[in-house]
């Protein structure tokens, strides 16, 4: 089992920025994909962006230019900088990662951490 933690959601203006973090432990030996999904009142659940082991990213394009995600292996921590947020970007924020063991890929969800940007 993979557990997830997530921090750095809040309330911002528009125009603002913010730093979402999210930690990974217990089984993380094969952690291949670490990525951040939103989800706004009413929608479905949307990827945000994510980024694999050996370092390529891919990005929503409503997002591209303004956030960018990184991690830290050492540390098993994935971030999302978002910055000049929009109200659209108002969501709760999950952190997945994927993982792969003997061939079978694993996906695991944090709790989720909300964002809202007020106009």
């Known amino acids: 089992q993979v557990q997830l933690v997530e921090s750095g959601g809040g309330l911002v203006q528009a125009g603002g920025s913010l730093r979402l973090s999210c930690v990974a432990s217990g089984s993380i030996l094969g952690i291949t994909v670490m990525g951040w999904y939103r989800q706004a009142p009413g929608k479905q659940r949307e990827l945000v962006a994510v980024?694999?082991?050996?370092?390529?990213?891919n990005y929503a394009d409503s997002v591209k230019g303004r956030f960018t995600i990184s991690r830290d292996n050492a540390k098993n921590t994935v971030y999302l900088q978002m910055n000049s947020l929009k109200p659209e970007d108002t969501a709760a924020y999950y952190c997945q990662v994927r993982k792969s063991v003997l061939g079978s890929s694993f996906n695991y969800w944090g709790q989720g951490t909300q964002v809202t940007v007020s106009s």
């Open positions: 980024i694999i082991s050996g370092g390529s990213t």
